[in-house]
């Protein structure tokens, strides 16, 4: 069974960091792309970063500069650093992989919540 696992979220202040990990079973996700979305309440799911089997990545303009996505090991396949936690941060957040171009996202994660306090 192929199971896509998020770790790392939890309350913080403005300005603050976190981590999340995203921990894979079942499968290698070494040729598929990876990324992680977002969904706040009352809000559509969006992406926030996603970085191609090739290593290409590509990322939200309102986290650009302050969000890092990378690709780790097979266990986990991608990370999630963000930096400079803002309010509007705060949302469910979705580990996913998909095609190796990041246009189709065949496996998710439950999501893990990111609270950020002003």
């Known amino acids: 069974q192929v199971q896509l696992v998020e770790s790392g979220g939890g309350l913080v202040q403005a300005g603050g960091s976190l981590r999340l990990s995203c921990a894979a079973s079942g499968r290698t996700f070494s040729s598929y792309a990876m990324g992680w979305f977002r969904q706040a309440p009352g809000k559509q799911r969006e992406l926030v970063a996603a970085i191609t089997s090739g290593g290409s990545t590509k990322y939200a303009d309102s986290v650009k500069g302050r969000f890092i996505i990378s690709r780790d090991n097979a266990k986990n396949p991608v990370s999630l650093q963000m930096n400079s936690l803002e309010p509007e941060d705060t949302a469910v957040y979705y580990c996913?992989?998909?095609?190796?171009?990041?246009?189709?996202?065949?496996?998710w994660g439950q999501g893990t919540q990111v609270t950020v306090s002003s």
């Open positions: 996913a992989a998909g095609s190796p171009s990041g246009s189709i996202w065949s496996y």
